[in-house]
């Protein structure tokens, strides 16, 4: 079950090198949990020095987010605290979760490793707290809406490490999930993910060069700063080329594209499409700078640490609600999964029902595994017509079944109008035919 996951997701294994770099910048719970988990610190240093600089500043990134996402979290008062995703931080074991209703969402292959391992560590402690990890897709409301089961508003939803994965359709799907949720428990949704390549490039910026040369590049920066720009000006096109080489590295090992209408990279237009995205779904953002909650940092010193600070002057905390007056959402709805597959000698048939996301995709790849290992395959069938939505971890299944014909023998009929987008806006309606 876990490989076929991985398969159909393989963007939670990014989820462990949070940890690594929270170890790195000396965090003592995440070097204790990383050992427990089997995670190998070592192989995280580098012998290239540009490699290792970025690396440096990977690790002050990472600790930079965490921290002040913490900090960020106490100072909004919620007693429950739904951090989506968890992935593998040590932030059950923080001491202002003590006194709070922590709930950690994220794929079920993360959840069902992280909880039994928190409920050791803090029965080894002696430690009671009110920590659950739930498995759930971000984009299926039925599967948050259950890990909230008995949860006691106002809540204070934390995404750090998500937006970004996610293509325009999941994010829509999400952004309404986000809003049902606020709509039913009251509170904040927090994050720090839509000026994500802004706040990795400014500590680019701070780390990799000397101290002078940082200093003056983060006195010239401003709201509306390009930071590849910046970053290209002062450090040459090779600081820009090793940060793009190692944001491919990362999207092309989680066979994902990058990019989607929340993300900001430093244009007032995107500023302003990423603000019109949130109110379509009934929400606004209030935007507060980062700086307002710097935390103290293991990996930095005191003077890269300022310097930070005052780059975080111009990159943003997005605090998140709803907006009173947006037209009223329409019922999340059930959509169960379901697959059937029928051979008819060389040609697939295929139907789908409901939603095929991270939580169900693993058993459709099983099902198209199984069926395809018994016959000679030609022609696959996709009947559509009661598939409700598709998401990237389903999409990659219809493209193993692609990949294993000849170009145009994948055909989808019965396709409505939401998939037919996400189709499009995938570029899978390239690839196969659409009856
Ligand atoms: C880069 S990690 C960030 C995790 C954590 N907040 C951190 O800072 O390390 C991305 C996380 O998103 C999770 N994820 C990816 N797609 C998801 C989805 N559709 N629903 C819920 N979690 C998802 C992955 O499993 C992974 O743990």
């Known amino acids: 079950m876990d490989e076929l996951r991985e398969r159909t997701n393989p963007v939670f294994n990014t989820a462990k090198a949070t940890l690594l770099q929270l170890a790195q910048a000396g965090h003592a719970d995440a070097a204790m949990m990383a050992e427990k ?4 610190l070592a192989g995280m240093t580098y012998n290239d020095d540009q490699k290792k600089a970025m690396g440096q500043s990977n690790v002050a990134t990472l600790e930079l987010r965490y921290r002040s996402m913490n900090a960020f979290i106490q100072a909004t008062g919620a007693k429950t605290v739904v951090d989506l995703p968890c992935g593998y931080t040590p932030r059950a074991l923080e001491d202002f979760i003590a006194d709070k209703h922590y709930i950690a969402c994220d794929l079920p292959a993360v959840a069902e490793e992280m909880g039994p391992l928190v409920d050791k560590i803090l029965a080894e402690r002696g430690q009671k707290r009110d920590v659950a990890y739930h498995g759930v897709d971000a984009t299926n409301y039925a599967s948050l809406r259950a890990a909230l089961e008995g949860a006691q508003g106002p809540l204070c939803i934390t995404t750090e490490g998500l937006l970004m994965y996610f293509t325009d359709p999941e994010l829509a799907a999400l952004l309404d999930n986000i809003r049902r949720i606020l709509e039913e428990f009251g509170g904040v949704w927090i994050t720090q993910d839509p000026e994500v390549s802004r706040v990795y490039m400014s500590m680019t910026i701070v780390v990799m060069n000397d101290l002078a040369k940082a200093k003056a590049t983060v006195d010239a920066l401003d709201g509306s700063a390009d930071m590849g720009a910046v970053l290209k000006a002062m450090a040459g096109d090779k600081a820009q080329s090793t940060l793009n080489a190692s944001k491919k590295t990362f999207s092309g090992e989680a066979d994902v594209k990058f990019g989607n209408v929340m993300l900001v990279k430093g244009a007032p237009e995107q500023l302003a499409a990423a603000m019109d995205t949130l109110r379509a779904h009934g929400l606004k953002a209030e935007l507060t700078p980062v700086a307002q909650r710097m935390p103290k940092l293991g990996s930095l010193d005191g003077e890269r640490t300022e310097l ?3 780059a975080m002057e111009h990159i943003s905390l ?15 709805g059930g959509d169960t999964f379901g697959v059937s597959i029928k051979a008819r000698g060389g040609v697939m048939d295929v139907a789908l029902r409901g939603r095929v996301d991270s939580l169900t995709a693993p058993e459709f790849l099983a099902a198209y595994e199984k069926a395809a290992g018994a016959m000679d395959l030609t022609d696959v069938h996709v009947d559509m017509s009661a598939l409700a939505y598709i998401s990237s971890a389903g999409l990659r299944v219809l493209l193993m079944m692609i990949k294993a014909v000849q170009p145009g023998h994948v055909a989808l009929s019965g396709v409505n109008d939401t998939v037919r987008d996400i189709l499009a806006q995938t570029g899978y ?3 196969v035919t659409v009856k």
């Open 37 to 40: 988990l089997g995670l190998d």
């Open 429 to 431: 309606a390239d690839m």
């Open 308 to 310: 930070a600070r005052q």
């Open 318 to 332: 997005w605090t998140i609600t709803t907006d009173g007056d947006a037209v009223p959402l329409a019922d999340a």
